[in-house]
Structure formats: structure tokens, C-alpha cells
């Protein structure tokens, strides 16, 4: 979940390096512009062409990361139904996340498709689609840590996640309020250059809790599901902190038609039982029925 407004880095996994091959799902080392003249993109024109142009940062396992020279997960999922309900072909490319969206500008690919974190700085100058992911902040902790039922209970615990991230800024604020209420906050936060190390430290039992987005922390809970559980609240639901934030792809402005099409997909991805499918699969935990279609714009 990537904020202009903060440095953020979610690779689960270390960084890996791209091989270039061209074709559908697999890694592509060049890009074409859209079109030569300034006209909107349109979905006749993607289709003449045979290829959805996807541009995204494959190191942000479980949305996007490569398997061999192929890109798998979550949001690779989705665009390889997109395409085939497009009628084309997927070119995904894997570039560096520093200047993809100048890229976007640059009609060098039609969209998007790394997870961004919906912001009113993004919003303002690209069409934000509809959320695929919930981005807001939770708390894990260990499996079986009875001493941690709510978000209060971080009173005198070892907090940790990754440094400049939103999540560090909403656990900071969160204690402030604790304090301020008169009660305990956290005894220490650790942060950390990965959240890889800060996982690392809760299992070796150096933290009693990471704070990282919903969908990353679901991921971790169950990928290793004897190791790690979110803290969740009465009701089943993750306990969060912070306001609650959306993730999900950029279109240029002008593209209406693309930026429909894919506001129509995920739309029919959340009532035929796609998306809550695919969450399952991939962070273990279902939030399609809370993702919004509208008013999900951040700060």
C-alpha cells in the first residue's frame, strides 16, 4: 500500500529480480505508448490492440510478487479475469514503483495495477477504481497470546512495524489518545527497515505485536497460521487503528471508458463471489462485502 505522503516499502520477501519475458502473466521489459495522439483510450482501441498494458511493481507478495519469471497473486488474479473478460491478452510489466504512475501520465501502459493506497493527492490527479483491499491498519500478534484481546491491551506491550510507513504514524497517534485518556500506552515501538524483520522479531517473541495493513497482516496469519493471529474483537472483526484506508489501481483521467470497465468488473467481482474467493485464497480473511464504491478517499 504504497502513499505518496509516507516512504512505504511491504515487500513480505526480499527483493527480487525481474527477468524479462513478454506474454500473458509473465514479466515485460518494454512498454508501448497507448496511443500517438491525445485522444481518451478506449476499450475498442485496447481491443484492436489484443493487449490489456498493466503496469505494476511485483514485490509486494501477496497482491503482486514473481514466481520464476511469471507474476502471481492477488491482484494478478483479478487482471487475468479483466483481460479475458476484455477479450485480450494481459502484458503485465514489472517496474520500479518510483515513477509508475509518471509513467501512467506518460501513456506508456493503460493502468495501474500495483496496490496504491487511495489518497486525495492520487485522486486528484487520476482515477482511482473501486477498492480490491482493505489497507487500514491492524494489529498481529503471536498465536495463542490470550494477553492481547483488544486494542487497549498494547498497554506496556512491545509494538513494532516498518519505519516512515502510515502504520507507524497510526499506532504513534493512537498511543497519544491512550495517554491522554489517562491510560497506559506501549511500553516501547520498534521499527524496523522491512516489516519481514519486524514479523521475524514477533515470532522470536523480541515484540508482542506488528501494526501493518489488514491485508498484509491477514496474509502472514495465514501463511503461517501456528505462528501468527490477528487481534481480532468480539464481533470476529480485525481490531484497527488509525482511519480506515482502501487500496486499489489508478487510470488516467481522460480514460473513462477503461476506468468504467474496471469499476464494472470489481463490482461484479464482489456479487458473484470472485473477489471474496480470491481474499480467501490469498490473505485468508474476507472483506468484500465492506468495500465501498464510494466516499473511500483518503488524506
Known amino acids: 500500500m504504497k502513499k505518496f505522503k509516507k516512504i512505504m516499502s511491504f515487500a513480505l520477501a526480499g527483493i527480487m529480480t525481474a527477468a524479462c519475458f513478454s506474454g500473458c502473466g509473465q514479466v515485460s521489459s518494454t512498454s508501448e505508448t497507448d496511443s500517438t495522439s491525445s485522444s481518451a483510450l478506449t476499450l475498442d482501441y485496447i481491443r484492436e490492440k489484443g493487449t490489456l498494458s ?6 509486494y507478495e501477496p497482491f503482486e510478487y514473481l514466481d520464476r519469471d511469471t507474476i502471481i497473486g492477488y491482484n494478478a488474479d483479478l487482471f487475468h479475469i479483466i483481460a479475458e473478460d476484455l477479450g485480450v491478452e494481459l502484458d503485465y510489466q514489472d ?4 515513477g509508475i504512475l509518471a509513467g501512467l501520465s506518460a501513456k506508456k501502459y493503460n493502468m495501474v495495477g500495483t496496490t496504491l493506497g487511495v489518497t486525495a493527492e492520487r485522486t486528484a490527479q487520476y482515477t482511482m477504481t473501486y477498492p480490491i483491499e482493505r ?3 491492524t494489529y498481529l500478534k503471536r498465536k495463542g497470546d490470550d494477553s492481547i484481546q483488544s ?7 512491545i509494538v513494532g512495524t516498518q519505519t516512515a510507513c502510515y502504520n507507524e504514524e497510526d499506532i504513534k497517534e493512537y498511543n497519544e489518545q491512550l495517554i491522554s485518556e489517562g491510560k497506559e ?6 521499527t524496523y527497515d522491512s516489516f519481514a524483520e519486524a514479523y521475524m522479531e514477533l515470532k522470536n517473541g523480541q515484540v508482542d505485536l506488528v501494526v501493518q495493513n489488514y491485508a498484509s497482516n491477514a ?10 493471529e490477528l487481534v481480532k474483537g468480539e464481533n470476529g472483526d480485525a481490531v484497527t487503528a488509525g482511519e480506515e484506508t482502501w487500496l486499489s489501481w489508478a487510470v488516467r483521467k481522460e480514460d473513462t471508458e477503461l476506468s468504467d470497465f474496471i469499476n464494472s468488473e470489481i463490482k461484479k467481482f464482489k456479487e458473484d463471489g470472485t473477489m471474496a474467493e480470491l481474499q480467501e485464497k490469498w490473505f485468508g480473511d474476507v472483506c468484500a462485502d465492506i468495500l465501498p464504491e464510494s466516499n473511500y478517499i483518503g488524506e
Open 54 to 59: 498493466v503496469a505494476t511493481e511485483a514485490a
Open 95 to 98: 517496474l520500479p514503483f518510483q
Open 135 to 137: 489497507g487500514t491498519t
Open 151 to 157: 486494542a487497549e491491551d498494547i498497554a506496556g506491550k
Open 185 to 190: 500506552g506501549y511500553a516501547e515501538l520498534k
Open 219 to 228: 496474509a502472514m496469519a495465514l501463511r503461517n497460521p501456528d505462528v501468527y
